[in-house]
């Protein structure tokens, strides 16, 4: 689905990947619920974003979990 947003702050993701957030509208775009998508925990990208983006706050506990990919797969 397309909701319409052209960018978002660094305040809004952090309310997203925290789930303070929950709904497009409240970030400026149109009514549907929002689907949190995390690498694994041990991904050295949710390490980044952890320390960047949500500086403290916890992970959403409903995000859905994408695991690493192995070597060599597409």
Do not use: M, Y
Request: with cysteine.
């Amino acid at each position: 689905l397309n909701h319409e947003i052209a960018t978002l702050t660094r305040a809004q993701l952090t309310d997203i990947f925290s789930c303070r957030v929950t709904d497009w509208a409240q970030v400026g775009g149109r009514p549907g619920p929002i689907t949190v998508v995390l690498r694994d925990d041990n991904s050295g990208t949710q390490e980044i974003f952890r320390e960047k983006v949500l500086r403290g706050r916890p992970l959403c506990a409903t995000a859905r979990r994408v695991p690493r990919a192995s070597r060599g797969s597409c």
